[in-house]
């Protein structure tokens, strides 16, 4: 699960709403860095689409050294920031661990990168 | 006829409901769920390309940042048409074993995430997509309150001017498919698959779904997979109705093609609600059992596809030729999986 993924990922617990299943809190045991190449449009596109507070709170938790700044200008065009969010974005994966709902603390499990996000029968 | 009608009758009886038919039909989970998990390297040996329309809408919506969702992605075909131009893919599918074929299969694409979701409640904020493709999978919902979820589901999590292709069975293959003079004799059906035990797709410790029966004579597992075949209008009407009406949502094409109806839609705007409209839910308990209507299949309505339509002064069709060494289907239910039920 790439951190673009994530970012627009979010609890589907019933009667969990919008904002309170927003973001998913990630809990890895592996994560690892996969690189692939670098499209400065792509990025660029893709930035303002990203909630980017959570995006950064998720690279710090999974890959510290990321050093995103707090706030981006509105259009990055700067090459060096725009190939740190395309590995924050897309080169990071986390393999194995869980997401956690903020609101209830289900935890949905990331097995070879892929989330589990179906529900049980009472949480639909 | 080479299914039995009994156990879909006990699949119905089991449905779910204290969870207000929210929770997945039993005929789901044994004869769409249980099949795919089985079938999963075999059908993806025999279904690799991307059907040429779906790609050609892929292609014109996935261009460089674009963010799609294929709901109910399998294999992970379509994937590469998406991503070709710079977009970034999300699939889903319910099936673990496929996803991990989908997962192998886009490894070499900038960025394809797989997740193991249900159609009906996906797990993705509201308004987050460009492009949405929803190919073969509303053809193995089994009542029309789950269809009009899941549809609901994938206008949701599109953004406005976002746009969604949906693809579902069509019941009238006779009137397109020119080997074929036949129409399904009912909408809800069960169609067989033949899962070799033998070859390069066989996985002796696979655990098929308990209503296989064995072919010694093809030395394959028969599964049965639910269908609804959609008859001409009903993908548009769902569709329509599920979006929220024509304020909604703004259909761009509709079309058959290789047995499915299909339909491109444009969303025109966010329903502000967070959670997809839900139709009124029944009182199941009170009414009598038998009075239920349609929402869920009835055991009469669930059939072997048809067998010969009459149609007086025309000669009959040449029976099909030889039934296909893999799968029954293909994609798309055409005159030889009829052929197998004569």
């Known amino acids: 699960m790439r951190l673009v993924t994530h970012n627009m990922m979010r609890s589907n617990v019933k009667d969990v709403s919008e904002d309170e299943g927003y973001p998913l809190i990630i809990e890895a045991s592996e994560v690892k860095s996969e690189e692939c190449e670098f499209n400065a ?11 980017y507070k959570a995006l950064r ?3 710090e938790k999974v890959d510290p050294e990321s050093a995103l700044p707090d706030e981006l200008p509105d259009d990055v065009v700067d090459e060096a920031l725009l190939r740190k969010l395309h590995h924050v974005l897309l ?5 194995e661990g869980d997401l956690v709902c903020p609101k209830t603390g289900r935890r949905f499990q990331i097995t070879n990168g892929i989330p589990n996000m179906l529900l049980h029968e009472d949480e639909l | 006829p080479r299914s039995s009608p009994l156990l879909v009758d006990d699949a119905l009886e089991e449905d779910d409901e204290e969870g207000q038919g929210r929770g997945v039909p039993a005929i789901e989970r044994e004869h769409v769920w249980r099949v795919y998990d089985a079938i999963a390297p075999q059908w993806h040996g025999t279904r690799y390309k991307a059907w040429p329309r779906v790609a050609e809408f892929a292609r014109a919506v996935g261009g460089p940042g674009s963010l799609a969702i294929d709901v109910g992605c399998g294999n992970g075909k379509n994937g590469f048409a998406v991503c070709e131009g710079g977009a970034l893919c999300c699939g889903c599918d319910v099936s673990r074993p496929l996803l991990e074929i989908a997962r192998a299969q886009t490894e070499r694409l900038r960025a394809y995430d797989c997740l193991d979701a249900d159609a009906v409640a996906l797990p993705f904020r509201d308004a987050t997509f460009d492009a949405a493709l929803n ?16 549809v609901a589901e994938t206008f949701r999590v599109l953004a406005p001017n976002g746009r969604a292709l949906f693809y579902a069975w069509a019941l009238e293959q006779d009137e397109f498919e020119a080997r074929s003079r036949r129409r399904f004799r009912a909408p809800d059906v069960l169609v067989p698959f033949h899962l070799r035990r033998h070859g390069e797709y066989f996985r002796p410790d696979a655990d098929p779904p308990r209503h296989a029966t064995l072919d010694p004579d093809k030395n394959a597992l028969v599964l049965q997979r639910y269908c609804h075949v959609y008859e001409r209008g009903e993908l548009l009407a769902l569709v329509l109705d599920a979006a929220g009406g024509p304020d909604c949502v703004a259909v761009d094409a509709a079309y058959y093609d290789q047995g499915n109806w299909a339909v491109a839609a444009t969303k025109l705007r966010h329903q502000p609600s967070s959670h997809p409209p839900r139709p009124p839910d029944r009182d199941i308990a009170t009414v009598p059992r038998d009075d239920r209507p349609a929402d869920r299949p009835r055991a009469s309505q669930i059939a072997n596809a048809a067998t010969t339509r009459p149609d007086p002064g025309e000669a009959p069709p040449p029976p099909t030729p030889q039934h296909r060494a893999d799968d029954d289907l293909r994609d798309h239910p055409p005159a030889s999986l009829l052929a197998l039920l004569e």
């Open chain 1, 41 to 51: 449009d792509v990025i660029r596109r893709l930035v303002p689409k990203m909630d």
């Open chain 1, 91 to 95: 080169e990071i994966h986390v393999v």
């Open chain 2, 135 to 150: 190919v073969a999978v509303l053809h193995h919902i089994s009542t029309p309150a789950r269809r009009r979820r899941l």
């Open chain 1, 57 to 59: 709170d998720a690279a």
